[in-house]
Structures are given as C-alpha cells and as structure tokens.
C-alpha cells in the first residue's frame, strides 16, 4: 500500500504518517516550495518518507506528484486551517481550503480514478449548529471564510464520488489537539502559557471568549478513523467526534490545575481575541464511525490536556 499525504508537516499528517508507516505503508507526503523548510513534526519519521513538492494552488504539480508516486490512496490534509486568518485572507482560505480540494480530486480522477481519497472535513462546517448534536446529516451553517470554504470541500468530494464513481470519503472530524498542535491555536496556547507561567517564563494568559463551547479529541485518535475510512466497502462520510462537549474555562482550569495552579490568577480576556461570528457550541455524534468502522476515541479530556501540558512543560524545560 501507498499513501499520499498533503499536509504532511502538519499536526495530522505527522500522526497520520506515523500510524501508516507502522502498518507497513510506502508514505509520501506534499510540501509547497518553501525557503526555509519546517519538517520538526515529521523529523523522527524524515528518513522513512518520500518529500514531493506540490502545491493545492497548482494542478500541473499534483498531477505530477501522483503520477510520480502512484498511491493507492490519497489523504487531503492541506489547508489554511486557522479561523482567524480566514477573515484577514479570506480569497486565499477559499482558493486553498476549498477550491484546493477540487484540484486534488481531479488530479486522481485524470491519473488513477481507482485511488482511495480522505478529504478533511470539519466541524466548523457546522457553526451555527441547526441541532445538537452535530450528525452527519445536520445542515451546515458555517461561521467562518474557513467553515464556508470547507462546505465547499465537503460538497466537491461527494460531488466527484458521485459524479465520477470515485471512493471519496470526508471525515467531518471536530476540534482534535496534540502536543503538535500549533502556538496559534487556543489549546496549544493555554498549555504552553500554563508551562510558561509554572516555569516563571510568563504572568499572565490572555483570551477571548471563554464560554466558547468544543467537541475536543486527541488527534493521534482521529488519523486512525481517517484510514479507516478508505478501508470501507464503500466510500461515506463520517463524523469524528468525543461525544463530549467542554468550554474553553473547563480548558483553562484542567491545564492550571494540572500544575497546581488558579487560573483565575491569570488569564486575562482580550477582545482582540473574539471572533466577528462565534461559534458558540459543537459536539459531534460519532455513533455511525463507532459502528461501521469500529473505532473509539481512546484519549480523554483530562488525559488530552495533561498530555500537552506536559510536553510543553518538557520542551521549555529543555530550551532553558
């Protein structure tokens, strides 16, 4: 088996390589032409992978790469994946996120229509939640350029699979954290804010809205439903979800309270960091991938949060 991965130096795809590695996989992974390269995520795996450079913005090159490769199966991880930045770079979220899922699905149809192909759906689809909780086929109110531009992900894929018969199959995966998530992003913040302060390297976090409510998994989870996906009889798709929803203050106090710390003390609300539309409430239903792919989340929460603590502690730790 073969496996094509864009987004490889991502969060996902660096867990995604991993686990496909361990079942014996030939692994390639798409990177855009970059001056400076960042491969820290995939560093212990850089020696066992392919590097293919491609770009979502450009068909020749994904023509290319498939081509070259020859997978058996395609996994679509590539996107600009940060809400904020979709309102200050709303064309370029819509040209990548979305229309960047049009370009790799017909790379497949034109190459191999018999290759596997993964897109990565998201909750954020969802925004406005019309019922909760979020099923597969709850409408999608999207809250974003981000969330607008993966509805358009989501609705080519089915389109292609329906259109050209190709096993095309969307996790609509909800919020999934790591200690590889990025800075940028709220978990990834507290916890490495938390280490900070514990540490005496910071005095205080600051945030937006708290009460903002998430579906949160362990990403190393998740890549396994992924797979799972394009090992079906027939491509559908599936949402990703805990079953479990937690506000961004249950966060805060898990990741203080880990270090025996009040996190009242600390965190600060910035209206800088609220967003033109919030989207107040996702938690998803993950009872069709429980049963006809078997999978179950096997991290919880409070493991979640204590696992990224913990890194972030180990990795200022080792910079000092």
């Not at 940028?184 to 945030?207: H, S």
Request: include cysteine; aromatic fraction near 12%; hydrophobic fraction near 40%.
């Amino acid at each position: 088996m073969k496996a094509l991965i864009t987004g490889i130096t991502g969060q996902d795809g660096s867990y995604l390589a991993e686990f496909l590695l361990d079942k014996g996989y030939e692994v390639a992974g798409v990177v855009r032409r970059s001056s400076t390269e960042k491969f820290e995520r995939i560093e212990g795996i850089r020696d066992k992978v392919t590097i293919l450079q491609a770009d979502l913005h450009d068909l020749t090159s994904l023509l290319d790469a498939v081509r070259d490769f020859q997978p058996t199966e395609f996994y679509n991880l590539a996107a600009q994946s940060f809400v904020p930045t979709s309102w200050s770079q709303p064309v370029l979220t819509g040209d990548f996120t979305g229309l960047g899922v049009t370009r790799a699905l017909d790379a497949v149809r034109q190459v191999n229509p018999k290759i596997r192909f993964y897109q990565a759906s998201s909750s954020e689809m969802f925004g406005k939640v019309q019922e909760i909780p979020q099923k597969e086929d709850t409408p999608f109110y999207p809250r974003s350029p981000y969330g607008v531009a993966k509805v358009y992900g989501h609705w080519i894929t089915v389109n292609y699979r329906e259109s050209y018969d190709l096993f095309a199959a969307s996790g609509i995966l909800f919020n999934h954290e790591s200690p590889r998530r990025g800075l940028e992003f709220v978990t990834r913040k507290i916890t490495n804010t938390v280490a900070k302060i514990k540490l005496g390297m910071a005095d205080e976090l600051r945030l937006g809205n708290l009460d903002a409510r998430r579906d949160w998994g362990f990403a190393g989870d998740y890549v396994k439903a992924m797979w799972a996906m394009l090992q079906a009889d027939t491509p559908d798709d599936y949402v990703i979800a805990t079953g479990e929803t937690h506000s961004v203050r249950e966060f805060c106090e898990k990741a203080f309270g880990h270090v025996d710390l009040d996190w009242e003390k600390y965190v600060v609300i910035d209206e800088k960091f609220y967003r033109p539309a919030e989207v107040d409430q996702l938690i998803g239903d993950p009872s069709k991938a429980k049963k006809a792919l078997g999978w179950e989340p096997e991290v919880s929460f409070q493991g979640l949060v204590e696992m990224m603590v913990d890194a972030d502690l180990e990795a200022l730790r080792r910079q000092r």
